[in-house]
């Protein structure tokens, strides 16, 4: 089944980077100018099959009735997910030191796609999601990641323990992000081979999942705030880890 996706900077990228991958493109006729142009401009050098939609409102099919399509959509084939060994394969091509995150059961859309774009921003080598009881990569997901969806490995995978593991043996340390410690991100030494584990926004972390934990953190707090959003909290230690190893390179 094919997957649809909306927007501008969505559908740019995705044309930069998986253009193999899109079946057909739907662009609102009467506002096709400026950057919807070159999406049309784009998608014809590729052999990409465009429609014009003529008909008021831009409705077209398995579009979310209030999605902000900006006279833009795309059918997908399927998402390209990633394998584990590419999220690998890029830390080595770019002679970094490796970042990674992965999410335990997030299944806000909303929250997804904010977490690929900041670590898109920071520059993390991939995001590891699990099959079930968690969010996939959606329009939705898409749109909000401002197409950061397509820049990063995203890697899906039905056991999350073994991917830890898979982590582990490549000399990553596994960092947990939660309330249940006393000890906070800025006392930890985020220079090293680092994989972040970000939780549920309810349940945050599952136990069996914490216990593969090297080291465990929170941010701290001194507002009323009781809680930061998932997306808020891994933006917060992303920009944590680049401080650290700014400075780092820098001495």
């Known amino acids: ?6 927007g501008i900077n969505p559908l ?3 044309l930069d980077t998986q253009p193999d ?13 400026g950057r919807k142009y070159r999406i049309l401009e784009k998608a014809k050098a590729l052999g990409i099959p465009v429609k014009f939609w003529e008909r008021e409102p831009f409705s077209p099919p398995k579009v979310p009735p209030k999605a902000n399509t900006q006279g833009v959509v795309a059918y997908l084939r399927e998402f390209n997910y990633a394998e584990l060994e590419d999220i690998e394969e890029l830390w ?7 970042l990674v995150i992965a999410l335990d ?10 977490i690929l774009r900041v670590s898109d921003a920071f520059g993390v080598h991939g995001i590891v999601i699990p099959k079930h009881r968690a969010c996939e990569i959606t329009g939705t997901v898409i749109k909000v990641s401002a197409g950061s969806a397509f820049n990063i490995p995203i890697a899906r995978v039905k056991n999350l323990k073994e991917a830890l593991e898979f982590f582990q043996k490549k000399g990553l340390w596994i960092l947990g992000l939660t309330h249940k410690t006393e000890k906070n991100i800025f006392e930890i030494d985020l220079t090293i081979p680092l ?6 926004e309810e349940r945050g972390i599952r136990p069996t999942i914490l216990e593969r934990c090297d080291f465990l953190a929170k941010i701290p707090m001194i507002g009323k705030a009781e809680s930061l959003n998932v997306s808020q909290a891994t ?3 992303l920009y944590e880890v680049l401080r ?6 820098s001495r």
Do not use: C, F, Y
């Open 195 to 200: 994989l972040i584990i970000a939780g549920n």
């Open 12 to 14: 740019l990228s995705a």
């Open 92 to 98: 080595l091509s770019r002679g970094e030191t490796p």
């Open 21 to 33: 991958q899109i079946e057909e493109i739907i662009l609102e006729k009467k506002t096709l100018s």
């Open 244 to 249: 650290q190893r700014i400075l780092a390179k």
């Open 1 to 6: 089944m094919s997957k649809v996706i909306w």
């Open 235 to 237: 933006g917060i230690v």
């Open 105 to 114: 059961e997030v299944q806000d859309p909303q929250n997804v796609g904010s």
